[in-house]
């Protein structure tokens, strides 16, 4: 597979209202079977998911966090809207989104947006990422893959590196299982989760400061067969029980 990466340039700083599909189309010719990956910070500001602070009211349960992690309690107001279960308070707030993604501060965002300004995840990003898909369809007329990204950081390791948290026209994981190895061993467990991995370089191209090159289109890089359950059940996900016997004690 000879993949070829292309970082979207000349984009404009992106404001509610934009259409964020077509501008990133007239920079781009697809292809069929290209994978356009889109950070979430610029489909939230075109759709006007974002707010300005001093809109934000924060109570009591906001204003308790705020005092422990030195945070303005408005932005952790907003944290709290945007977030189904808060899994950890202290020293950050790790919580549960609506769509299942699990994230530090529920992925809200102050950079790369005006002064008091704050960017929220997509509420549905699945949808999202649909959204664009059947954009560039009516666009481009091409069958165009989307995968909208976001920088996150990780359990076990310091840095942080992109994830998906919403794609379409793929499934999110390859599923090796019932593969053979180099030697014929049948893989038992292989599940690999092939949208963060094109996500995690799709960051690395992006960059996080002023770069300015929020989209990125990889083109070649075939197709696979797996399916969608890339967040684990509550039973399943061993450290968010230990997260939760530890509030226990
Ligand atoms: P996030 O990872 O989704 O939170 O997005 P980042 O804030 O890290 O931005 C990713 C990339 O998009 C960086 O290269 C930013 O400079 C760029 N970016 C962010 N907002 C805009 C915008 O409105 N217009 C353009 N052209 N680039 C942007
Ligand atoms: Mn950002
Ligand atoms: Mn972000
Ligand atoms: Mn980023």
């Not at 008091?116 to 369809?137: S, T």
């Not at 090796?176 to 092939?194: M, N, P, S």
Request: proline share 4%.
């Amino acid at each position: 597979m000879d993949i070829q990466v292309l970082g979207v340039r000349g984009l404009p700083l992106i404001h509610e209202g934009d259409d964020l599909s077509g501008l990133i189309a007239e920079r781009v010719t697809f292809e069929d079977g290209d994978i356009l990956c889109i950070a979430s910070s610029v489909y939230s500001k075109a759709k006007g998911y974002t707010r300005r602070l001093t809109d934000i009211v924060p109570g009591e349960q906001a204003e308790r966090i705020a005092s422990g992690t030195q945070e303005d309690p408005r932005f952790v107001q907003a944290v709290i809207d945007s977030s189904s279960e808060i899994l950890l308070e202290y020293p950050f707030i790790l919580s549960e989104l609506p769509s299942g993604h699990i994230g530090v501060r529920a992925g809200v965002d102050h950079s790369n947006i005006e002064d008091g300004m704050i960017i929220y995840l997509p509420p549905d990003p699945m949808a999202a990422a649909e959204e664009v898909r059947d954009a560039l369809r009516d666009i481009s007329g091409r069958d165009v893959r989307v995968i909208i990204t976001d920088t996150c950081g990780r359990a076990f390791r310091r840095g942080q590196t992109g994830i998906a948290i919403g794609w379409s026209g793929m499934t999110a994981i390859n599923d090796y299982r019932g593969d053979t190895d180099l030697f014929g061993h049948v893989l038992e467990i292989t599940e690999e989760a092939v949208v963060d991995e094109i996500a995690a370089f799709a960051n690395f191209v992006m960059g996080e400061s002023h770069q300015g090159v929020p989209a990125v289109v990889f083109r070649n890089c075939g197709r696979w067969k797996g399916h969608d359950a890339v967040y684990f059940t509550p039973k399943e996900d061993i450290i968010r029980c230990a997260l939760k016997s530890m509030e226990k004690t």
